[in-house]
């Protein structure tokens, strides 16, 4: 089991740069896949980047690639979002998750594969 926090959301302008970090509790961490998502109000969340456990693969949502970077320091506990070039339509909130091991890693674009849920932290981007 693992619970994890977000931090480091807030208010930014276009252009510029945020980076989350989620922390997570437990000595095993390191053996989740994380992954970020966000949820804009009245839209579903949707899917932004994951990481396996050890780092080796990522995933990135289309809207986000080349902006946005997923990283971890398993020695930490800590999972980071650096997001560049913000845009407006990045406002949402943002939750990190963990997944199983034996979640497929393409499977890791889908939300019900997470087993474990932060709180969220509000990212807003100003025009």
Known sequence: QVAL?????GLVQAGGSLRLSC???GRTFSNYAMGWFRQ???KDRE???AQNRNGGNTLYADPVKGRF????????NTVYLQMNSLKPEDTAVYYCAAASPTVWPSELTLPGK???WGQGTQVTVSS
Do not use: L
């Open 47 to 49: 899917f932004v980047a």
């Open 69 to 76: 970077t997923i990283s971890r320091d398993n020695a930490k």
């Open 40 to 42: 804009a109000p009245g």
């Open 5 to 9: 926090v977000e931090s480091g959301g």
């Open 114 to 116: 997470y087993g474990y």
């Open 23 to 25: 922390a997570g509790s």
